[in-house]
């Protein structure tokens, strides 16, 4: 935020607090998500899925404790893909009843990501 030009002496500075915090944001993810992709281009591992993800934030998710305040980056997409990938190496693609389950899963963590 103080990149952006924050300072929490200023008193206008104050008033934008939020707007400051949603900028930093977006930028950090912004050149994390750049910055991996090079560093992957370099090493010449080729296009990887990489999730951005808070430990806090997945014990909240994981346990609906923890700090409501903190807003998800990619840790749904991360639990989602683990659940996908579990289920693919166990049950191939066919579709059966733990699909339902995993599926259900999936529905509730997507609206515990949308309430908090």
């Given amino acids: 935020m103080q990149d952006l030009?924050?300072?929490?002496n200023d008193d206008d500075a104050q008033d934008r607090y939020d707007e400051y915090q949603t900028r930093a944001r977006q930028l950090l993810i912004a050149n994390t998500r750049n910055n991996l992709e090079e560093n992957l281009e370099k090493a010449e591992l080729g296009k990887h899925e990489v999730f951005i993800v808070s430990a806090s934030v997945l014990y909240s998710l994981i346990t609906n404790k923890g700090n409501k305040k903190t807003t998800p980056i990619?840790?749904?997409?991360l639990i989602e893909a683990v659940l996908n990938a579990a289920h693919k190496r166990r049950y191939g693609t066919q579709k059966n009843h733990s699909t339902i389950v995993k599926d259900n899963m999936i529905t509730d963590l997507s609206r515990l990501m949308l309430t908090t």
């Fill in 5 to 8: 030009g924050y300072d929490e």
């Fill in 74 to 77: 990619d840790e749904a997409s």
